[in-house]
């Protein structure tokens, strides 16, 4: 699959409206074996966003929820379902999540769906770019989604997996800092 570009724009000296970014994007993080690479396309570190000239607020430590306040927006690629990957177990998926930041998002239970399973604190825009992919839920459910089709994620325990053996598959993600209302916390603590 193709990388994607980046184009960001900005001002000139003279206050006319320039690109100043125009890139081919290489993975914040990229890993084969366990089928996935992350290409953080943007991100803010509070509301309201200053527009500014500012520098590249992508060169930082990736993290897989926005800052405070903040947001960000990512490709992730999800590789083919590969015959010779290793079996996930707990300590794989953790130790996925601490490569990207966030060990702590990690919610995988003995009795979990799947061992990838994750929750953060957020709104999620998850859009299928390319290919095909499937969410799991922490109740078991599970839905299918093709490309064009859109995943508002409300700070669900959920995974992502691609079940082709030949093709991969691309999301970009928008994602929101939240809060959780005082209902919804009660409810994920009674989980």
Do not use: C
């Amino acid at each position: 699959m193709r990388s994607p570009r980046r184009i960001v724009t900005g001002h000139n000296a003279a206050g006319k409206s320039v690109v100043t970014i125009d890139t081919v994007m290489k993975p914040a993080i990229e890993k084969p074996e366990l089928g996935v690479a992350f290409f953080e396309v943007w991100n803010t570190a509070g509301s309201p966003v200053s527009v500014d000239n500012g520098q590249d607020p992508t060169d930082r430590k990736l993290q897989i929820e926005p800052p405070r306040q903040g947001s960000i927006i990512r490709f992730v690629d999800f590789g083919p379902k590969r015959p010779d990957a290793p079996a996930m177990t707990r300590e794989l998926a953790q130790a996925a999540f601490a490569m990207v930041g966030s060990a702590h998002a990690s919610t995988w239970k003995p009795d979990s769906p799947h061992p990838m399973m994750h929750r953060t604190e957020s709104i999620d825009y998850g859009i299928v770019v390319f290919g095909e992919i499937t969410l799991v839920l922490d109740d078991g459910s599970e839905t299918h989604l093709q490309a064009g089709d859109v995943v508002v994620q409300r700070g669900t325990d959920h995974a992502w997996e691609n079940r082709s053996p030949t093709n991969p598959a691309r999301m970009a993600f928008i994602l929101l800092d939240g809060a959780f209302s005082p209902d919804v916390r009660k409810l994920i603590e009674k989980a």
